[in-house]
C-alpha cells in the first residue's frame, strides 16, 4: 500500500476502491486484492447548494442555447469554423494534457509539448490543471465513494453537472490532501499556469476567442460572444461532462462488470477518445485509454503519436495483450470481442506493435 494511503478509517470512504497508476495494482492483471464493492457508496445525506454556480451555470446554458440559434441563422461560417477549432484545441487541453499526461502520468512530454498542452487546457476552462489532475486522481483512488468528486452512484444528473452545483463531500477534501502530488508541483509548466490562471483563463477562454472574430472577420459582437465563446465552452463543458455520468452507466463492461464505467462510442468521438471507460478504469496508466481502435474515435491518441514521432512525447504506457486477456477472463461481463483480436477496429500497427509502445531507449 503507497505510503500516502495509510490514513484508513472505519468508514467505507477511506477504502481504496480504485488503481490510479501501474504501482497500485495488487493483482497479476492490474487489480486490487480486495472486494472493493462493499466500501462503494454514497452517504444519504442532504446536499448544500451553492446557488452561485447554479445561476451562472443556468446563464450558460442559455446563452449557449442562444449561440446555437445564432450558428443557424447570423454567424458567419468562419465563427462556426473558428468555434470548431477552439473546441478541439480545449478538448486536447483536458484529454491529452490534464487527463493522460498530468493525472496518470501515462506518457512524458517534453517542455514544447508541456506549453501547448497547456495553452489548449486555458482555452477549456476546466480549472487550473493542477487542480483537475488532484481531483481526477482521487476520482480514481476512491470511486464510487464519497471521496469521488463526480461519485457516479448519486446518480446521472450529479455524476454530470450536480457534482459543481454543490458544496464537495468533506471526504474529497481530505482524500485529496492526502495523495502525493510532488510530480506535479515539480512540473515549471504546470505550476506556472496555477499561479496566474485568473489572469490568463480570462483571455483565452472568454476575451481573444469574442474579439479575434470581430477583429479578423468582422463578425458581430453578439455572434462572436453567443457562438464562439458561450456555445463552444458550454458545449465542450457537456461533452467532458458525460464521461462522468453516460460513460458511467450506459455501454458494455467487457473490462470489469464490477465497477460503474462503460465502454461508450458516442461519448469517445465527442471526447477524443475517453469514452472507452471501462477499460480506461481497469488499466488508467495506459496513453491511449483504450485497447486499441483507430484514430477517428481516438484523436488524443493520434495528437500524441504525432508529437511522439518527433520526440517531444515519449515513453508512451500501454497493456500487454496477456494482461488484458487475463483480467477479461476473470472479471469482465463476456462482451469483449476475442480480447480484440481480429475486430475490425484493431489496425495492422496495434496488431504488430502492442507491448509498451514507443518506449524511450536509453
Known amino acids: ?23 497500485d495494482a495488487e493483482t497479476m492483471d492490474g487489480d486490487l486484492a480486495i472486494d472493493t464493492a462493499q466500501f462503494k457508496r454514497a452517504e444519504d445525506r442532504k446536499l448544500p447548494w451553492v446557488w452561485r454556480n447554479i445561476i451562472l ?12 440559434y445564432l450558428i443557424f441563422t447570423q454567424a458567419k461560417f468562419a465563427t462556426t469554423l473558428f468555434s470548431a477549432v477552439l473546441y478541439t484545441c480545449g478538448m486536447l487541453g483536458i484529454t491529452g494534457g490534464a487527463h493522460r ?23 477549456a476552462f476546466q480549472d487550473a490543471a493542477y487542480h483537475w489532475a488532484r481531483d481526477h486522481r482521487v476520482h ?64 483565452a477562454c472568454f476575451i481573444l476567442p469574442t474579439v479575434i472574430p470581430k477583429m479578423c472577420w468582422d463578425e458581430s459582437l453578439m455572434c462572436s460572444w453567443f457562438v464562439a465563446t458561450m456555445f463552444r465552452w458550454c458545449f465542450q463543458l457537456n461533452m ?8 458511467h452507466k450506459y455501454g458494455g463492461k467487457p473490462y470489469d462488470s464490477s465497477m460503474n464505467p462503460v465502454q461508450n462510442a458516442g461519448v469517445a468521438a465527442m471526447t477524443f477518445g475517453e469514452g472507452w471507460h471501462n477499460y480506461h478504469h481497469v488499466f488508467p ?26 520526440g517531444w ?13 487475463r483480467r477479461v477472463q476473470r472479471t469482465g461481463d463476456g462482451t469483449h470481442e476475442l480480447w480484440g483480436w481480429g475486430d475490425k477496429d484493431l489496425t495492422a500497427e496495434d496488431a504488430k506493435n502492442v507491448l509498451f509502445v514507443d518506449k524511450k531507449r536509453d
Open 240 to 247: 467532458t461532462w458525460l464521461v462522468n455520468s453516460a460513460a
Open 285 to 310: 496508466w495506459d496513453y491511449k485509454t483504450a485497447e486499441w481502435g483507430n484514430y477517428s474515435l481516438n484523436l488524443t491518441t493520434a495528437f500524441i503519436d504525432l508529437f511522439a514521432k518527433i
Open 313 to 325: 512525447a515519449y515513453d508512451l504506457k500501454s497493456v500487454s495483450p496477456d494482461i488484458i486477456k
Open 140 to 203: 480514481h483512488k476512491f470511486s464510487e465513494t464519497d471521496a469521488d468528486p463526480h461519485n457516479a452512484t448519486r446518480g446521472f444528473f450529479f455524476s454530470h453537472v450536480g457534482w459543481l452545483l454543490c458544496k464537495k463531500h468533506p471526504d474529497v477534501k481530505e482524500k485529496g490532501k492526502g495523495l502525493d502530488l510532488s510530480d506535479l508541483r515539480a512540473d515549471r509548466i504546470l505550476m506556472f499556469q496555477r499561479k496566474h490562471y485568473y489572469v490568463m483563463m480570462p483571455l
Open 57 to 68: 451555470f443556468a446563464y450558460v446554458h442559455l446563452a449557449a442555447l442562444y449561440g446555437l
Open 101 to 123: 499526461l498530468w493525472a496518470h502520468r501515462s506518457y512524458k512530454a517534453k517542455w514544447p509539448l508541456r506549453l501547448i498542452l497547456i495553452v489548449f487546457n486555458t482555452v
Open 1 to 23: 500500500m503507497p505510503p500516502y494511503f495509510k490514513d484508513n478509517m472505519d468508514d467505507g470512504s477511506s477504502k481504496q476502491t480504485g488503481v490510479l497508476f501501474e504501482a
